[in-house]
């Protein structure tokens, strides 16, 4: 096998054993990227002097006895709304393509105490708005599993890089799908930790009160390790939550005997593809097999959760998205003449569409006059998915659903109709509103040979529920898809 | 009733006027609202700044618990009620000296509310409810280029951030203020208490401290509230009264020819002293209001704002109250010393060195001649560089006979040019009162025997002569004789 195909825990132990090198390891992906590049455009800015600058300083590091961490020389895609010092992070958007912070994210800073090796800045929705990776100013990625088809979004460029072997793990951002909904479209591992479990401080905000960073992965075991690495109290963030250190690796244990999982009728019904249900249905029964009580569930309120989403996740975006207007930094237009006349012209040529309509319904929802029927109600019925949750986890351990209720669709099938796209988030939306972690592991493939990937959802910090299930039926279903094809 | 109502025109009297309002200060914590950066006044445009409160894309806000601390200590010196539970909000709109185009400010669920503020106002006070007390980031500032610094003249604006994050509390009262002299009262009685609570330097002149007013007029008496405006950039106690006397005499002006006054935010202009509307689009604002989803709400637990208010100091109400009640000072020196709180602070000290028998003396002292001199050489009491320890003891020199009030005065102001003490003054010039009844009677004979006329003038019974002689005693003791002493043995000699 490819060095850049293998896992981080297997290049870990190769370098404990000095089978393989720093070097080695970055150039097997710089080799993947420079051929892949061009045909997936996974990344916004791949740097190969770069990287071979930050594994030749991690040789060195190694050389002079420094300690091996889990992402010690392990090249991490990371999406491009993730702040990174002194190099261009760019939302995937116009408004932003020149855009060079002058400070790292917590989550970097994590990794770079593992003294891990930043493989590039991943392609993305712009502002993480979209569920296809067809909303960026930097162009579409392609599904390196079939070029035709998209690999999801938003972290679309995060999901295929991994996928395509043009990183060895990533890292994502999940507002209602984000990280989810392409590793289920590529056939790997996505993860959104519990909100506040990691920081947000240097991740360009979308929706406040929904985003999360978290692992995109080859398999589970880099997902729990990932997780721990980037996990963790921040003063720099009010919401992040303080747990202690916790190694999340302890929880990946092959044994489901006796675990509750519960399937929520909303989350398999009408939309979902019935190849999608079969595949999460044998899922199932595995894990009957294994020992677990399977049961189906109704949670009444996530027939709502959609609408809420897109009141609450654009109300706050237009907010968020108000301080790029050209004054202090990013995209300018210079013809205007006026103050105002510079705020309107640069955003209407710094946003591109799907960013445009998200910013109007947010400004919308949150008007004097329609407050109290939008932004007001929707938080009222955010409550009642909360609250539904909270009883359905009083019964059930986890939950299970399908992540997508499609495999991946083709390049502009669904650009022309929003609500149809919309509606490809429709199982990962209600998790975010409810703060919820929820991995979504890969569970089979279709006749056409596209990924269809398994939703495991767990109660507010119960991540080692999520690990156990997710190790376990991970071992069970054997997934295994490599778009080799790419290489001949 | 107050002069300001019953003034020359009838129509003064005819409106009533119903003012509010919202005063604005700056905290004086080390670092700003919701980052690291320290306050500034005058840095270098740019340098007090870092990712969080320029507002980068992906910083997050922290709320900086001291300035909570110093916004709760206000309110409860306003007699509010600390909400447990408070929240910020964005305040949402579009303007350069704005990093994030919104305003991270309090809503409906504001730190602190219904409280109130007695005025004194001489013949009467007037309590001025305080519906709320709440707190927000400051902005930047906009420079606008040229020579004039209008925006409508300059070609290009350009912005300085040191200011943006700065914590601010805004304190907006009832509508029960009911005239502008009220409203100028009010002011200087807040601002008096917050330099008491040591939270903000309330500099007018800086803008830490800066007031929006609203002022509507109605019939005397009637219930009904007419329209009112609001009026910006009252930026000193003067223009405040001056601004909203203006507005009250053009909105009775309105009233009187029948006309509507129109809802509008009114600028002041202390030059030509009158208020113009703002154009319309300048406040056509909907602000957006939504929960910061940044912060979670600020939940204040009973035994930290039972902390705070142990670290309320006595307030000056309470200060003019205890020098009256228990002091006994006069009613207008216990009001001027506690309207500064250095002077009330400087007083107290010299009270407790002193005892209640000479704590008057030094409040004479503080009002009279140390202010006189402070006034003069525009110093505050605490740059005078005469502790209350020196004064006091020039005042025990005084009570004790060691030296007469007329070279004391000589003595105070050498302690001011050389701050020295009185002490060390008195033994370099020899300038102690004599009392040595030996030495006196020495030099009262030699005045007797020098002016035999004006001695046998006060023999005739010409007893203001008397004055004469003495004050030849005191000229050959340069002053220092002890005028009592030779009072006494001076007519004591002359009735023989
Ligand atoms: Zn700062």
Redesign the pocket.
Known sequence: MQLNFLTAHKLKKMLEKREVCASDIAASIQESCEKLQPKINAYINFDKSILQKQAEEIECYIAAGGKLHDFTAIPVAVKDNICTHGIKTTCASKILADYVPVYDATVIKKLQEHKYVLAGKANMDEFAMGSSNENSAFGPVKNPLDLQMVPGGSSGGPAAAVCAGMAICALGSDTGGSIRQPASLCGIVGLKPTYGLVSRYGLISFASSLDQVGPITRDVTDSANLLSAISGWDQCDSTSINTGKVSYKDFLVDDIKGLNIGVPKQLMAEGVDSQVADSVNNALEMAQHLGANIEQISLPSLEYALSVFYVIAPSEASSNLSKFDGVRYGYRNMQASTLHQMYRQTRAQGFGPEVKRRIMIGTYCLSSGYYDAYYEKAQRVRTLIINDFKKAFEKYDVLISPTSPTTAFKIGEKTGDPLSMYLSDICTIPVNLAGLPAISIPCGLSSENLPIGLQIIAGTLREDLIFKTAYSLEKAIGFNKFPLHLYE | MNKYMNNNTGEMAKYEAVIGLETHVELSTNT?MF???ALSFGAEPNTR??P???GLPGTLPVINSKAVQFAIKTALALNCSINKSSIFHRKNYFYADMPKNYQISQYNRPLASNGFLDVDMGSYVRRVGITRVHMEEDTGKLIHTGSSGRISESDASIVDYNRA?TPLIEIVTEPDIRTPAEAKEYLIALRNIILYLDVSDCSMEQGSLRCDANISLKPAGAKSMGTKTEIKNLNSFRFIQRGLEYEYKRQAGLLEEGKKVLQQTRHYDHLTDTTSALRLKEEAHDYRYFPDPDLVPLIMDKDAVQDIKREIPELPGEKIKRYLEVFGLPDETARLIASDKDTAQYFDRCANILGPGKLKAAANWITGDFAAYLNKESLKIKQSGISAESLCSLIEMIEGGRISSKIAKSVFEEMAQSKKEPQDIIMEHNLEQVSDEGELSKIIDEVIAANDEVVQQVKDGKDKAIGFLIGQVMAKTKGKANPALVNGIMSKKLKK
């Open positions: 700003k980052c690291g950066c700044t870092c969080v409160c320029l994050g």
